[in-house]
Nanobody
Framework: QVQLRESGGGLVQTGGSLRLSCATS????????MAWFRQGPGKEREFVAA????????HYQDSVKGRFTISRDVAKNIVYLQMDGLKPEDTAVYYC???????????????????WGQGTQVTVSS
């Protein structure tokens, strides 16, 4: 059974930084793609960032480009989301997701991911 465990959320002031981590376990093969999604109060869950196994294979939502950085420790099956320049509109529950199917290429779609973490709260105060 694949498990994803997020950590690193919390309360931060506008302009501050947080780093989220997500560790996967329970499967021999490494995820093809790991991603972060978020769901703000009263909003639908949305794509934030994704990373393939290869260095530089990253994708971002436009609103976080230049502020957030996704990275992976492929050997340890951990994905990170470094969040700098946080804004109140970044307040949300952040979810880690993993896809093991190499044929899946739509990395921005929720349906592309088989496994999800339980989420970690990020709150940015103004």
């Amino acid at each position: 059974q694949v498990q994803l465990r997020e950590s690193g959320g919390g309360l931060v002031q506008t302009g501050g930084s947080l780093r989220l981590s997500c560790a996967t376990s329970g499967r021999i093969f490494r995820p093809e793609t790991m991603a972060w999604f978020r769901q703000g109060p009263g909003k639908e869950r949305e794509f934030v960032a994704a990373s393939g196994q290869d260095f530089g294979d990253t994708h971002y939502q436009d609103s976080v480009k230049g502020r957030f950085t996704i990275s992976r420790d492929v050997a340890k099956n951990i994905v990170y989301l470094q969040m700098d320049g946080l804004k109140p509109e970044d307040t949300a529950v952040y979810y880690c997701a993993a896809n093991y199917n190499p044929l899946v290429t739509a990395v921005r779609m929720m349906a592309s991911y088989e496994y999800w973490g339980q989420g970690t709260q990020v709150t940015v105060s103004s």
